[in-house]
């Protein structure tokens, strides 16, 4: 065990030591002072060396050589950092300035290049009002021919040579900053931007595309016109009009991009890995608007800082807070109400942002839904609280700590009964669901200098996912009397921490490095169970503890960011994972590459390579009673998953209002994870046989599972007009994404559940007034492919018995749906503003999802089906008032 943690125990202490000695040279350089100008006034600037020396006990080494220490300077009363004070003193002089422990300064020549001298402009790019640093804005110099994007701390850094330079901000939804300096030295400079009110539909930057996160960034919640089924802004919604994207069809939960499963999307809140993201049948995702600074989508070209997913990336970040003054908004609706408040706690210094929402449709869904299902009775209930609070020890250090507690609760039951003369058959069912996340997040983020910028981050999840449904058949054929019952169990408890550290490196004005470590560790309870009696008391004492494993994975990164020419450059980076359960250990190296070329002005082509593997897999029971989700780990006898992708993307920016994207991609998938074809539960039942099916004990999933592979591929389109007034979008793509098993239909390729040859996404948003604004939104999609059963026989035991035939043999009906919405707000009281909202989900609409009931009359043997639709056009309103 030792020789094993050895070597990442040598590189922690390593990188802690080094950072700890960066960390206490530079910290002392940004201690804050205040300054008296009738202290010294008009005096040399060896007066002030001699005065910063006396008040922070000090001595400052410098060269008259370097510096002209007889020259008389000026500067302005105020409270600075002891680098400020330096600089501000020394601003005719080429010089930089270091610390050396335990109390110098040292005054440094700035060094000339052989051609021309070089200077460093920094600093961070944040929100006019409120201070909120901005996370991947594009700051541009000199008409796109130097970039770099501000990093996860909004620090951004420029190697630039001296004289006159034009620096361009960009950031969606903001308004494009423009500043001119003069650059005569090394300098801080932080650039604030103005959100811009008129905001127009899901935009999608060209250069964002391009330059941020390896060439595939899409920003998920800058929006109002995608809504969720009950009319709130969502960002899982808004990144469905993305080609490649898509839900698992109407009513349904999680994201489906480029042929992956819901469970290979690495979904983040903070930096900690979720399991579950999205509501019951798709209602809303847990990530609430107001509190969200950051949602990305990444499927193309992984960076290698991310790792332990087949197919996309959702990256959300939260707000900070406003550090001037305090926002509060109310949101009351149909679906429920919604509180958010942010603000200083202390002012430009600490500040908190904190969101919370209950829903109360269990009050009214039951007969909203009635005539629509088969269900008598149905109770439907979710709740979210969000928080995050940051102190600022200075501009360049800051700590935040982050939380989330929320989940569903859902319920159905039915009854039936038939009499007739003779004969009487009862049954009923009673489903219930419910999941729940608590989250804690701590990140920590430092800039010592204009070089290194470091983040650290350590999370804990609770991930409780629980169903049960309950089955009773009574039978009575004259005076003989039968009564049979079913309890199916599925329990899955999840509890993951992690501890990240990272490091961004300015090497030069061509090449940016970032490097670091994650260690996760993981408790998996995965059971499913099976008993034909209604057992009694609650899942948590009836199903035992047995089922737990133990697992942890740990994660080291490297990637550049590589500027060849101003037409080229390239993302490459190596992502290495070792994870190790049931004393097991598998070990992967994940080679990420991505090429950037500009051929023209306005076109940009990008083509990527990247390798991905998968340590946990999520197992989907479609059959009887609601679905049963368990996460399972690799172990021994389950492989990890991997994959392959390769892509190629070009884009051409028509003008400021149009943009055009064609891609494609391919991808081979390893090591897949399905549930064998289950036995029909109900066939002793309806055949009044003795036979009884097979019972899963705790432990049993890993032998009722296969390992398989798969493949994806597909062409993907988007256009889009955007600006104030009018904007439009059309996505659209053709897919094929299939599957292979050797132990299912003997090996022979069938088509993935959520396979989907063709996906339309098409709106259009109108800005009607500076307070009117109505959306549009269509989607169509191939029908999901389902298995139907084609024959029936008799086995050696005498049963009949229904064969299923070869897996996802048949298609549900195309589905398309059209949906409206329109946004109204006023100004409140001074600086406030109340808005309504109202939404029609399923204006128009052909489902695709709907239950298939199949099923045998008991007397005359007749084969019945029944499908019944769900979802009917959904009204919802919201009413929000700002202040």
Same mark, same amino acid.
């Not at 400052?60 to 105020?78: E, F, H, M, R």
């Not at 610390?99 to 440094?108: D, E, G, H, V």
């Not at 999205?278 to 847990?286: E, K, M």
């Given at each position: 065990?030792?020789?094993?943690?050895?070597?990442?125990?040598?590189?922690?202490?390593?990188?802690?030591?080094?950072?700890?000695?960066?960390?206490?040279?530079?910290?002392?350089?940004?201690?804050?002072?205040?300054?008296?100008?009738?202290?010294?006034?008009?005096? @040399?600037?060896?007066?002030?060396?001699?005065?910063?020396?006396?008040?922070?006990?000090?001595?400052?080494?410098?060269?008259?050589?370097?510096?002209?220490?007889?020259?008389?300077?000026?500067?302005?009363?105020?409270?600075?950092?002891?680098?400020?004070?330096?600089?501000?003193?020394?601003?005719? #002089?080429?010089?930089?300035?270091?610390? %050396?422990?335990?109390?110098?300064?040292?005054?440094?020549?700035?060094?000339?290049?052989?051609?021309?001298?070089?200077?460093?402009?920094?600093?961070?790019? =944040?929100?006019? $009002?409120?201070?909120?640093?901005?996370?991947?804005?594009?700051?541009?110099?000199?008409?796109?021919?130097?970039?770099?994007?501000?990093?996860?701390? +909004?620090?951004?850094?420029?190697?630039?040579?001296?004289?006159?330079?034009?620096?361009?901000?960009?950031?969606?939804?903001?308004?494009?900053?423009?500043?001119?300096?003069?650059?005569?030295?090394?300098?801080?400079?932080?650039?604030?931007?103005?959100?811009?009110?008129?905001?127009?539909?899901?935009?999608?930057?060209?250069?964002?595309?391009?330059?941020?996160?390896?060439?595939?960034?899409? *920003?998920?919640?800058?929006?109002?016109?995608?809504?969720?089924?009950?009319?709130?802004?969502?960002?899982?919604?808004?990144?469905?009009?993305?080609?490649?994207?898509?839900?698992?069809?109407?009513?349904?939960?999680?994201?489906?991009?480029?042929?992956?499963?819901?469970?290979?999307?690495?979904?983040?809140?903070?930096?900690?890995?979720?399991?579950?993201?999205?509501?019951?049948?798709?209602?809303?995702?847990?990530?609430?608007?107001?509190?969200?600074?950051?949602?990305?989508?990444?499927?193309?070209?992984?960076?290698?800082?991310?790792?332990?997913?087949?197919?996309?990336?959702? *990256?959300?970040?939260?707000?900070?807070?406003?550090?001037?003054?305090?926002?509060?908004? $109310?949101?009351?609706?149909?679906?429920?109400?919604?509180?958010?408040?942010?603000?200083?706690?202390?002012?430009?210094?600490?500040?908190?942002?904190?969101?919370?929402?209950?829903?109360?449709?269990?009050?009214?869904?039951?007969?909203?839904?009635?005539?629509?299902?088969?269900?008598?009775?149905?109770?439907?209930?979710?709740?979210?609280?969000?928080?995050?609070?940051?102190? %600022?020890?200075?501009?360049?250090?800051?700590?935040?700590?982050? /939380?989330?507690?929320?989940?569903?609760?859902?319920?159905?039951?039915?009854?039936?009964?038939?009499?007739?003369?003779?004969?009487?058959?009862?049954?009923?069912?009673?489903?219930?669901?419910?999941?729940?996340?608590?989250?804690?997040?701590?990140?920590?983020?430092?800039?010592?200098?204009?070089?290194?910028?470091?983040?650290?981050?350590?999370?804990?999840?609770?991930?409780?996912?629980?169903?049960?449904?309950?089955?009773?058949?009574?039978?009575?054929?004259?005076?003989?009397?039968?009564?049979?019952?079913?309890?199916?169990?599925?329990?899955?408890?999840?509890?993951?921490?992690?501890?990240?550290?990272?490091?961004?490196?300015?090497?030069?004005?061509?090449?940016?490095?970032?490097?670091?470590?994650?260690?996760?560790?993981?408790?998996?309870?995965?059971?499913? =169970?099976?008993?034909?009696?209604?057992?009694?008391?609650?899942?948590?004492?009836?199903?035992?503890?047995?089922?737990?494993?133990?697992?942890?994975?740990?994660?080291?990164?490297?990637?550049?960011?590589?500027?060849?020419?101003?037409?080229?450059?390239?993302?490459?980076?190596?992502?290495?994972?070792?994870?190790?359960?049931?004393?097991?250990?598998?070990?992967?190296?994940?080679?990420?590459?991505?090429?950037?070329?500009?051929?023209?002005?306005?076109? $940009?082509?990008?083509?990527?390579?990247?390798?991905?593997?998968?340590?946990?897999?999520?197992?989907?029971?479609?059959?009887?009673?609601?679905?049963? *989700?368990?996460?399972?780990?690799?172990?021994?006898?389950?492989?990890?998953?991997?994959?392959?992708?390769?892509?190629?993307?070009?884009?051409? @920016?028509?003008?400021?209002?149009?943009?055009?994207?064609?891609?494609?991609?391919?991808?081979?998938?390893?090591?897949?994870?399905? #549930?064998?074809?289950?036995?029909?539960?109900?066939?002793?039942?309806?055949?009044?046989?003795?036979?009884?099916?097979?019972?899963?004990?705790?432990?049993?999933?890993?032998?009722?599972?296969?390992?398989?592979?798969?493949?994806?591929? +597909?062409?993907?389109?988007?256009?889009?007009?955007?600006?104030?007034?009018?904007?439009?979008?059309?996505?659209?793509?053709?897919?094929?994404?299939?599957?292979?098993?050797?132990?299912? *239909?003997?090996?022979?390729?069938?088509?993935?559940?959520?396979?989907?040859?063709?996906?339309?996404?098409?709106?259009?948003?109108?800005?009607?007034?500076?307070?009117?604004?109505?959306?549009?939104?269509?989607?169509?999609?191939?029908?999901?492919?389902?298995?139907?059963?084609?024959?029936?026989?008799?086995?050696?035991?005498?049963?009949?018995?229904?064969?299923?035939?070869?897996?996802?043999?048949?298609?549900?009906?195309?589905?398309?749906?059209?949906? /409206?919405?329109?946004?109204?707000?006023?100004?409140?009281?001074?600086?406030?503003?109340?808005?309504?909202?109202?939404?029609?989900?399923?204006?128009?609409?052909?489902?695709?999802?709907?239950?298939?009931?199949?099923?045998?009359?008991?007397?005359? =043997?007749?084969?019945?089906? =029944?499908?019944?639709?769900?979802?009917?056009?959904?009204?919802?309103?919201?009413?929000?008032?700002? /202040?």
């Amino acid at each position: 065990m030792l020789k094993t943690y050895l070597p990442i125990i040598l590189i922690l202490i390593s990188w802690f030591i080094g950072l700890g000695e960066i960390y206490g040279q530079q910290i002392f350089l940004f201690e804050k002072l205040r300054f008296n100008n009738e202290e010294i006034k008009g005096k @040399k600037i060896e007066d002030h060396i001699a005065w910063l020396e006396s008040k922070k006990n000090v001595t400052v080494s410098y060269s008259s050589l370097a510096i002209d220490p007889t020259k008389v300077v000026n500067i302005k009363d105020g409270i600075y950092s002891i680098e400020d004070f330096l600089y501000k003193i020394l601003d005719d #002089f080429e010089v930089t300035i270091e610390f %050396r422990a335990p109390s110098k300064i040292l005054i440094i020549p700035a060094v000339k290049t052989e051609k021309e001298k070089l200077f460093i402009i920094s600093g961070y790019v =944040k929100d006019k $009002i409120s201070h909120e640093v901005l996370i991947g804005a594009i700051v541009q110099v000199n008409n796109q021919q130097q970039y770099t994007i501000s990093n996860v701390s +909004g620090y951004y850094s420029l190697v630039l040579p001296k004289g006159q330079h034009e620096i361009i901000v960009n950031y969606l939804g903001y308004r494009i900053l423009q500043e001119n300096v003069e650059i005569e030295k090394n300098m801080s400079m932080s650039l604030f931007m103005e959100f811009q009110n008129e905001l127009p539909s899901l935009t999608i930057s060209q250069e964002r595309i391009n330059y941020w996160n390896l060439g595939d960034n899409i *920003d998920a919640f800058k929006t109002k016109e995608f809504k969720s089924l009950l009319g709130e802004s969502d960002p899982l919604n808004n990144v469905k009009v993305i080609p490649g994207v898509q839900s698992g069809g109407e009513g349904q939960s999680g994201l489906f991009v480029r042929g992956g499963g819901a469970d290979q999307n690495l979904v983040l809140l903070e930096g900690v890995p979720l399991y579950e993201y999205s509501h019951t049948v798709g209602i809303a995702s847990l990530f609430m608007e107001e509190s969200v600074k950051e949602a990305s989508l990444i499927k193309n070209g992984f960076p290698a800082r991310y790792g332990g997913r087949l197919s996309a990336v959702m *990256d959300v970040n939260l707000k900070e807070g406003n550090t001037k003054e305090h926002e509060r908004l $109310i949101s009351i609706g149909i679906p429920g109400i919604k509180f958010h408040a942010n603000g200083p706690i202390f002012k430009n210094k600490t500040t908190y942002n904190f969101s919370m929402r209950t829903s109360w449709i269990n009050y009214y869904i039951n007969k909203f839904l009635l005539k629509f299902t088969n269900y008598d009775i149905i109770k439907l209930s979710y709740m979210d609280i969000v928080g995050k609070i940051t102190h %600022r020890f200075a501009e360049n250090h800051k700590i935040s700590f982050s /939380f989330y507690s929320g989940g569903d609760r859902l319920s159905l039951q039915k009854s039936l009964l038939i009499d007739s003369v003779g004969y009487s058959f009862a049954s009923s069912d009673y489903n219930r669901l419910s999941w729940s996340n608590t989250l804690g997040s701590i990140q920590w983020y430092f800039t010592p200098n204009n070089k290194w910028s470091f983040q650290a981050q350590a999370g804990i999840l609770s991930y409780k996912h629980r169903a049960r449904s309950s089955y009773t058949f009574e039978t009575s054929v004259f005076e003989e009397s039968r009564l049979d019952e079913l309890d199916i169990f599925s329990y899955s408890d999840i509890l993951t921490t992690n501890l990240k550290f990272s490091a961004d490196y300015y090497l030069n004005e061509k090449n940016t490095i970032k490097m670091g470590f994650e260690h996760l560790y993981h408790n998996f309870n995965p059971v499913v =169970k099976q008993s034909t009696i209604i057992l009694e008391g609650e899942e948590e004492n009836i199903l035992d503890k047995d089922s737990l494993i133990v697992a942890s994975e740990t994660n080291f990164f490297i990637e550049d960011h590589l500027k060849i020419h101003k037409k080229f450059s390239i993302y490459a980076g190596i992502h290495l994972n070792t994870f190790r359960s049931s004393d097991t250990s598998y070990f992967s190296w994940q080679p990420r590459l991505s090429m950037i070329w500009k051929p023209f002005k306005n076109h $940009i082509t990008n083509a990527a390579v990247t390798r991905m593997r998968q340590n946990i897999h999520l197992l989907v029971n479609l059959g009887l009673g609601l679905p049963s *989700d368990l996460w399972v780990p690799t172990t021994n006898k389950i492989q990890p998953a991997n994959s392959w992708q390769y892509s190629i993307t070009h884009s051409y @920016k028509f003008d400021n209002d149009h943009f055009l994207q064609l891609g494609a991609y391919y991808k081979r998938m390893s090591g897949l994870l399905e #549930f064998l074809t289950p036995v029909d539960l109900f066939y002793f039942f309806i055949n009044e046989t003795e036979v009884v099916p097979v019972f899963n004990t705790s432990k049993d999933w890993e032998r009722n599972v296969l390992n398989g592979q798969g493949t994806a591929k +597909g062409i993907e389109l988007l256009f889009q007009r955007k600006n104030k007034l009018i904007n439009g979008w059309f996505s659209g793509s053709w897919s094929k994404s299939d599957r292979t098993f050797s132990g299912i *239909d003997n090996g022979k390729t069938f088509p993935f559940r959520y396979d989907r040859t063709w996906d339309v996404n098409a709106g259009i948003s109108l800005q009607l007034n500076k307070d009117l604004s109505v959306a549009s939104n269509f989607v169509y999609g191939t029908g999901n492919a389902f298995s139907l059963a084609t024959e029936e026989y008799v086995n050696v035991l005498g049963t009949t018995v229904i064969h299923p035939g070869t897996r996802n043999n048949r298609r549900l009906p195309a589905f398309h749906q059209l949906s /409206f919405n329109l946004n109204y707000s006023k100004p409140f009281l001074k600086d406030g503003k109340w808005t309504l909202h109202l939404n029609l989900y399923n204006v128009y609409n052909r489902l695709n999802a709907y239950f298939i009931y199949i099923y045998k009359n008991p007397l005359t =043997k007749e084969s019945l089906a =029944k499908k019944v639709s769900i979802l009917p056009i959904t009204p919802s309103i919201y009413f929000s008032v700002t /202040f």
